[in-house]
């Protein structure tokens, strides 16, 4: 035989190598209920990867989640610290009014000047030495 005939018998040998093992492949396949070998490698690698990026999103969503709300209650606090100061100064305010009134109503009526001076700021009256100035100025 020629070499090339050689050549030609080896090829023809390998191909048929080639479809037993190409056979087995599909008998494997049948086997296994028309599933592919492959395709249960390639899905478990495809969804690994899959699994672990959406598990970093989640966290990730997570993180801005807390992050934003950790924020909008600080907010709030320093609202309500705000307003917390602005009703204390109103209750200091009104204590000293509740103060000056306690003193007003513990002073005696027989008391010469407090007559005088709810005279003066109620009534509009005044003592006949005393001489008023009326300007138009205050108005």
């Known amino acids: 035989m020629s070499e090339r005939a050689q050549d030609i018998n080896e090829t ?74 602005a009703l204390q100064e109103q209750i200091a305010e009104k204590q000293e009014s509740i103060e000056e009134s306690e003193y007003l109503l513990d002073v005696p009526i027989t008391d010469r000047d407090y007559i005088i001076r709810i005279a003066k700021e109620k009534l509009g009256l005044f003592l006949p030495d005393e001489i008023v100035y009326y300007s138009d100025l205050n108005d």
């Open 12 to 85: 023809e040998e390998l191909n048929s190598d080639a479809e037993a093992d190409t056979d087995a492949v599909f008998e494997e396949y049948d086997a296994l209920n028309d599933e592919p070998l492959v395709a249960e490698t390639v899905t478990a690698a495809v969804k690994r990867p899959l699994v672990a990026t959406s598990l970093k999103f989640l966290l990730v969503g997570l993180l801005i989640f807390s992050v934003i709300v950790f924020i909008a209650g600080f907010i709030r606090y320093s609202e309500l610290q705000n307003d917390k100061r």
